[in-house]
Structure formats: structure tokens, C-alpha cells
């Protein structure tokens, strides 16, 4: 069934069909926040916030504007951003390291973080380096999987600006990162 199928049922009542758009979604928005936050327990509860504020706003979105997914990448984007930055999540951050450690140390786990090692190294580059513009970009193309014309329908970003962000922040990553080891 189609995103905007869904969400008329919903706002006509049917508030179960809500689920739908989670179970679509939910592990997707997951792995953009914890791209960015790099904390398990953080994104957990950040993708539920999320969730939480779609359902409540979700007699705002408007189809012709854009498409539900894209809106979702919006608020999820913005609502991330301005966690990160909280006090609340920068507290947090110590506690988590250890927790994530703990969590992590199942044998099926170890082997899915070494592959994935790399792609931390490159995103923790990348959020340093990086503007935060830039990096939210980069972020939504590389780690999200979103292509141009979806990056600028979420950011209200040209297209063209997008090109030359990407252009910019790989030839600023690859300076920093071995690619051979």
C-alpha cells in the first residue's frame, strides 16, 4: 500500500495502520540517526521521538509538496541535529561509549563492527571535517542512501549545491582517510 494510502487511513481514524509506516521506515531512520549520534541507545530513543513527532505532525504533511519519505528525512534531520547539540545528549554521550561496549560484545555483533569500522572512522571524519551543512549532506547520500534530487527535496538545497557539497567533502575525507588498510 502507498505512503499517502496509509497515512489517509490514519488521519481518517485508523490509527493502527500507523504501524505500517513504522515497520516501513523505522530501521531506516534508525541507521540515519546513528550515523549521526554513533550511540545505540541514543538512536533507539531518538528514532521512537521521532516516530512520535510524525504521527503527531502528520496531519501537516502535504503530498504535493513532497514525498512522505523525504518529509520524514526532513524532520528526522532536523530533530537529530538539534539533539546532538543538546546538553541532554552530550551527557549522555560518556554513559553510552560504555553501554554500547557492553551491548556489542556478542560474538555475531564483533564481526559486523570490524566490517563497519571503517565507515565509523570515515563518518566520525566527516562530522569533523565537515560543515554541518556539508556533513548533513554527505550523511543523507552516503550512509541514508538518498540520491541528489531526494537530498534536495529534504534540505530545500539546489541540486547543484549538493553536487559540489558531495564534490567538496569527498576530496576534503579523502585527504584524511587510508583507504588501503
Request: glycine letters at 2%; aromatic letters at 14%; a negative charge.
Amino acid at each position: 500500500m502507498e505512503d499517502n494510502k496509509i497515512i489517509e487511513k490514519v488521519l481518517q481514524g485508523e490509527k493502527d495502520f500507523y504501524g505500517v509506516l513504522m515497520k516501513k521506515y523505522f530501521k531506516e531512520i534508525f541507521k540515519y540517526v546513528y550515523n549521526i549520534t554513533s550511540s545505540y541507545d541514543s538512536s533507539e530513543d531518538i528514532t521512537q521521538e521521532i516516530f512520535i513527532k510524525i504521527y503527531s505532525e502528520l496531519g501537516k504533511y502535504n503530498e504535493n509538496k513532497a514525498s512522505f519519505r523525504t518529509w520524514l528525512y526532513r524532520i528526522a534531520g532536523n530533530y537529530t541535529i538539534n539533539y546532538v547539540k543538546s546538553k541532554a545528549y552530550r551527557n549522555n554521550q560518556q554513559t553510552s561509549l560504555y553501554d554500547d561496549e557492553i551491548n556489542n560484545s556478542n560474538e555475531d555483533i564483533v564481526s559486523d563492527v570490524i566490517k563497519d569500522e571503517k565507515i565509523t572512522e570515515i563518518n566520525n571524519i566527516a562530522a569533523t571535517l565537515l560543515s554541518s551543512k556539508h556533513y548533513q549532506i554527505f550523511s543523507l547520500h552516503y550512509f541514508s542512501n538518498l540520491n541528489v534530487k531526494e537530498i534536495s527535496e529534504t534540505t530545500n538545497i539546489p541540486e547543484k549545491t549538493i553536487y559540489k557539497a558531495l564534490k567538496t567533502s569527498i576530496e576534503k575525507i579523502k585527504k584524511e582517510v587510508d583507504f588501503n588498510e
